[in-house]
């Protein structure tokens, strides 16, 4: 019997002793009592006196029958039934029932804001009724679901839709069917009242298949770019892989209350309304983006997720990085290819080192966990993607399409692992990946250090590589990873490019034939998740940026340099004054201002410094004051020296009607960087202008960049342009997102009365994770100036809310506690109040499973 604090282990996995192979289920839905019968299919697997534990969690217990027989359970516990005595193959009926409307979880099936839903991945589905809630118990649901008709006319689950009717108390009903075999977590059903959008898909194989996008009411025009991002992933997919969907309908559903993005439930797929809702007014370019990057996310998963799935949930990554890593292909497809690495970067950086170099590190397939919910993180999913590039960069396009191809073909319709999976590719290309799966089981961060010998007789460039992985929290001992290691020698001749092999722990590699010292740029496309030490000279890193040819190393060049700069002012607190900035940094904005860009996306990317994060990610130990004020220092001298660039680029935005195309989202993310640096600029008349944009504007993505302009620079402008932005959309929940993180990201000491106001504005509720996530997020993780108070005022503020929020909603709570933990990485007085607000939750008696994980995890180390 599993224990509310007792961890799982990989190395016990056990196949289930009983499997359930169709699953019929009725749902009589109310807020407070739905009733849920459930008739499966059991057929035993293992020893004849193999006893069947099923799983449940806050569960009313009606019936229990055995092939029509009453069936008195041997064991019931808060989380489990345990039958004994039962035939090899039987029908099992289970009568439960829960309370949705009490479910501020958002876990199982729940109603918020007068829709019902559901949410089973990863443990969710234990809360509907008695079952094997497991991965690797594949069964083909019939689903029917009744309902008051005037409430919830839209009645949904998986598979096709095959009959419905009408009964005489006003209630409907409908049945759905599921051809194909699922776990679980798979499960999906909506009820409610939406507007929907419906269009037509025609598969290459010329099936027909219809498109149903479900939104709330009044919410109909701003769902046609998700319903066009989705033609063009299934196009896109039946392009690249040869993959087809496999139903008849196709349904996406947007709501406001979910713990996560989305849901890939097959066939009907869950939405954070946040991720399906865009137009010109209301959505950034940024929020098109992230809306057709998630759309394809979760279709991309009917292939690699549904069809083949995890056998167990260590195995997450089998899944999430693989699928992670075909959705940035196909945004990279769609959009700027440079752009979208430089994103995949910073992640990778600012949030995955984090997570490796902190009490949760884990390999991107974990050993144990207590929480499943708490390794839905940056390592299984985006560090998971890039274990499949690096897999993708050995064997080519070719090579890795065919062991995608092999995969399908041996595992469709079954549960495997993720050594499944590299051995298919293995297979498939004639290889031995035996030291490739390290990077499935070895947690960390690799650290490679690059030293060169150039021989100017001989014009030979040795270059020697080393790499190290430093113990982390959960592994002490690691061994060297095959790492691709891509590089590119640039000098006044050009570029030479080469991708490396380092799979040892030092290696040496000599190039012929180059003819001047060149400068050595490393992790071309950023080829590996590594981190790079090397000693480089300002002069080769401005050569870099301007003469490189690997937009990826372009960019980084700019982070180092802005990167090395600002550590030294920061250990250097004389240096008060924005004109003891080196010459360099003047340098490198000049040339890159001189000519209009080929990529104006790019180049707002390289002219923007380095996040707070990604600096405190280069140092042993957080210095938040000196890095603070050393960035602000920098701002404040580009902002003044090319002020007049500013202003011109500013006042010459092109004058047109938003569309988001590549061409003006890319112009748009300049005017950005522009009103960035004009809003620090301290001109007398820069607020003027700054005011003309926002009244010019026609679009978010413009509005948005004013105002964030304003808040970073503190400017007096920024309250009037808020107080108007909150009067045109106070009715609207996701733009008052913005609204909310703006203010809680605002860079100032003291927030206490700040976050008070804003819980107490009509359209914040704790019970919508969106809305707790646009206040606390933005304070905890992007605000470090008031989160990171010296005084510990910033750590008790999130600490308190906390304590409430956790037994509302422990996943979210979980996830906002992240900055807590990395606590060991700052300076002692900063240590010690982290370190008590710990202390806090971990003495509440009722902290919940995930965040009593995380803490413990923390304060062990």
């Known amino acids: ?413 079954q549960a495997v692992t993720c050594d499944d999976f590299v051995q298919a590719m293995a297979d498939a290309n004639g290889v031995d990946l035996e030291q490739f799966k390290r990077w499935y089981s070895q947690s960390g961060t690799p650290q490679v250090t690059v030293q060169s010998e150039y021989d100017a007789k001989h014009q030979q460039l040795i270059l020697t590589l080393s790499q190290h992985t430093p113990p982390t929290q959960d592994q002490a001992d690691k061994q060297p990873l095959p790492i691709p290691f891509g590089v590119e020698l640039v000098d006044e001749h050009g570029s030479r490019s080469e991708v490396l092999s380092l799979s040892e722990s030092e290696q040496r590699f000599c190039f012929d034939h180059v003819a001047s010292n060149p400068a050595i740029a490393c992790l071309t496309g950023f080829s590996a998740p590594v981190k790079v030490k090397q000693t480089i000279a300002d002069s080769d890193l401005i050569r870099i940026a301007l003469k490189g040819q690997d937009d990826f190393v372009r960019w980084d060049a700019c982070q180092t340099l802005f990167s090395q700069h600002i550590h030294q002012l920061a250990e250097d607190s004389s240096r008060n004054s924005s004109e003891q900035v080196s010459e360099a940094l003047s340098e490198l904005i000049a040339e890159l201002l001189k000519s209009p860009p080929e990529d104006a996306a790019l180049l707002a990317e390289m002219l923007m410094l380095p996040s707070f994060d990604t600096l405190s990610q280069q140092q042993d130990i957080v210095n938040v004051d000196g890095l603070l004020r050393a960035r602000k220092l920098i701002v404040t001298r580009l902002a003044q020296e090319f002020a007049t660039q500013w202003q011109q680029l500013v006042d010459e935005r092109p004058k047109q009607d938003y569309a988001y195309t590549a061409e003006q989202a890319n112009w748009r993310r300049l005017l950005d960087r522009a009103m960035f640096y004009l809003a620090h600029s301290e001109l007398p008349e820069a607020e003027t202008q700054l005011q003309q944009v926002y009244q010019d504007s026609d679009n978010m993505t413009q509005t948005l960049g004013v105002l964030t302009g304003c808040q970073q620079a503190n400017l007096s402008l920024f309250d009037s342009l808020m107080s108007d932005f909150e009067q045109l959309w106070r009715k609207d929940s996701l733009v008052m997102d913005k609204w909310f993180s703006l203010h809680a990201s605002r860079p100032q000491d003291d927030m206490a009365g700040q976050l008070e106001s804003l819980m107490e504005h009509p359209m914040y509720s704790i019970n919508n994770p969106n809305k707790v996530r646009a206040i606390w997020g933005p304070f905890a993780m992007r605000n470090p100036q008031a989160f990171h108070q010296a005084d510990g005022r910033g750590y008790r503020l999130l600490t308190d809310y906390l304590l409430n929020l956790d037994s509302v909603n422990p996943q979210v709570a979980s996830r906002l506690v992240t900055p807590l933990l990395a606590f060991k990485r700052f300076d002692l007085g900063r240590q010690q109040h982290m370190r008590q607000q710990l202390e806090r939750l971990a003495e509440q008696a009722t902290l919940s499973r995930d965040l009593y994980e995380k803490v413990t995890r923390a304060l062990k180390g």
Request: net charge negative; glycine share 6%.
């Open 1 to 413: 019997m599993s224990q509310p604090h007792q961890s799982m282990r990989l190395a016990d996995y056990r196949p289930p002793a009983y499997t359930i192979t169709d699953v019929d289920l009725t749902f009589e839905l109310e807020d407070h009592q739905t009733r849920v019968t459930a008739v499966s299919q059991v057929v035993r697997q293992g020893e004849t006196q193999a006893v069947l534990e099923l799983d449940g969690e806050h569960l009313t217990l009606l019936a229990l029958t055995v092939d029509g027989e009453d069936k008195t359970p041997e064991q019931q516990t808060d989380t489990a039934l345990v039958l004994t005595d039962l035939p090899e193959q039987f029908e099992l009926k289970v009568v439960t029932e829960i309370d949705p409307a009490n479910n501020t979880a958002l876990e199982g099936l729940y109603k918020s804001d007068g829709t019902f839903c559901t949410q089973c991945e990863a443990q969710g589905f234990r809360r509907i009724t008695y079952f094997l809630d497991r991965p690797d118990v594949m069964a083909k649901y019939s689903v029917k679901v009744i309902a008051d008709k005037h409430k919830y006319p839209s009645l949904l689950s998986n598979g096709n839709l095959v009959e419905r009717g009408d009964l005489d108390d006003g209630r409907h009903w409908v049945r759905w069917q599921d051809p194909f075999a699922k776990p679980c977590y798979l499960f999906a059903l909506v009820a409610g009242d939406f507007d929907c959008l419906t269009d037509r898909y025609t598969t290459g194989s010329g099936r027909e298949v219809a498109l149903e996008l479900y939104v709330d009411k009044g919410n109909r025009h701003r769902g046609y770019h998700a319903l066009a991002s989705l033609k063009k992933a299934m196009q896109w997919d039946e392009q690249v892989y040869g993959l087809e969907y496999d139903l008849g309908v196709y349904m996406v559903v947007a709501v406001d209350f979910f713990n996560m993005g989305a849901m890939e439930n097959k066939g009907l797929n869950i939405f954070n309304a946040k991720f399906v809702l865009a137009d010109a007014e209301s959505a950034t370019d940024d929020d098109y983006f992230n809306i057709e990057s998630v759309i394809a996310h979760e279709y991309f998963h009917n292939w690699t997720g549904n069809r083949v799935t995890c056998r167990d949930w260590f195995q997450l990554s089998l899944k999430e990085g693989l699928t992670v890593f075909r959705d940035q292909q196909f945004s990279a497809d769609m959009a700027s290819p440079a752009l979208v690495r430089i994103k995949q970067a910073r992640v990778i950086r600012e949030h995955q080192f984090a997570e490796d170099a902190g009490p949760m590190a884990h390999p991107i397939r974990p050993e144990e966990v207590m929480e499943m919910n708490n390794f839905y993180s940056v390592t299984v999913y985006d560090k998971g993607a890039e274990v499949i590039r690096m897999l993708q960069r050995l064997l080519g396009q070719g090579g890795f399409r065919k062991g995608m191809d092999l995969y399908f073909e041996r595992h469709d319709g």
